[in-house]
């Protein structure tokens, strides 16, 4: 027993060594660029869906014609940053049917598919002055949600309040990468031709430049493993091993 454990020491210490994972694998944004160079922005433009969710409110100069125009915003909807998702959005917001329209009160169907937020609001803006003088919309998504899944200490799908959402900020949402989680992150897109799926390298400062690093709705962001967590290095018994080498060579030792 002691001779076997002492024999297969310099197979357990190469295989830590194989297993450790080295620093650039782990540290974001290497070799950023000088402060006097700037990295280009390149954000696609999300463009409106069947099936995405709007909250419209129709304000004009006569109070009265506010519960006319929003019958169902006498409920106030109060959501928070990192909320679940209140049910009221859904059953009180306008979904863009399967036609690529929303249907208000009074002013019927409207064309939203493949508008932005801007051009969604001004559309809604020239139906609302058919009806009312100084008519000012405001259309907002409500049902921007991200997936977080694999290498992060939360995940989960978590909505989101702000249009200018980041890779980084959904993994900062699911509490970061693990030290096990590859740095080489999966994004699945939903896109009018089908599914896209793209990968990020967030080592390398020039991942903020990338059309993946601002998120859309119902993205999907997968973190995969390292080699050594699927390998099992995280649950390996070191140290039972070491104590049984350490205790044979002290017993070794003593016999001597």
């Known amino acids: 027993m002691l001779l076997q454990s002492i024999r297969y020491a310099p197979l357990i210490l190469l295989f830590l060594i194989s297993s450790c994972i080295p620093q650039n694998k782990l540290t974001y944004f290497q070799h950023a660029p000088p402060s006097d160079e700037k990295l280009p922005v390149n954000r696609l433009e999300y463009l409106l869906q069947p099936g995405d969710i709007l909250h419209v409110s129709i304000l004009a100069s006569d109070p009265e014609m506010y519960d006319v125009f929003n019958p169902d915003m006498t409920r106030r909807i109060n959501v928070r ?25 009074v002013m019927g169907s409207v064309k939203m598919a493949g508008l932005n937020l801007e051009q969604a609001q001004q559309a809604i803006h020239d139906q609302a002055k058919k009806y009312l003088v100084d008519a000012t919309v405001t259309a907002k ?57 793209g990968q990020l390298d967030i080592t390398k400062s020039q991942a903020v430049s990338d059309e993946l690093f601002y998120l859309q709705p119902n993205d999907l962001v997968y973190v995969e493993p390292l080699r ?12 039972v091993i070491f104590s049984s080498i350490s205790t044979s060579l002290l017993l070794i030792n003593f016999l001597r």
Do not use: C, W
Not at 228 to 239: L, N, T, Y
């Open 81 to 105: 940053p990192g909320d679940t998702g209140d049910p009221a959005l859904y059953l009180y917001g306008y979904t863009i049917d399967l036609e690529g329209d929303i249907h208000l009160p």
């Open 228 to 239: 050594a967590k699927r390998f099992g290095f995280d649950q390996f018994p070191f140290g």
């Open 141 to 197: 998504l409500i049902n921007f949600s991200v997936t977080v899944l694999g290498e992060v200490r939360r995940p989960g799908r978590f909505y989101v309040y702000d249009h200018g959402f980041t890779l980084m900020d959904a993994l900062a949402q699911a509490g970061d990468l693990t030290n096990y989680g590859s740095r080489n992150v999966h994004v699945i897109r939903n896109t009018p031709n089908g599914l896209f799926f």
